[in-house]
């Protein structure tokens, strides 16, 4: 399991970049969500990379 927390807000990025922190269910800001280890999780982590903070 991976924990992600989003630490910026997703305002002013682009759509993708808003739909894949949605697809993450990362709504909030300072919101932490336990997510399974899977390459399509992953994928969308290294997305928003620059929003998160992974623990």
Known sequence: MIK???VKSGIG???KIRDTLKGLGLTRLNKTVELKNTPAI???I???TF???ID
């Open 4 to 6: 992600v927390t989003l």
């Open 13 to 15: 990025k682009n759509k």
């Open 42 to 44: 992953r994928g969308m």
């Open 46 to 48: 290294n997305k928003v």
């Open 51 to 53: 929003l998160v903070k």
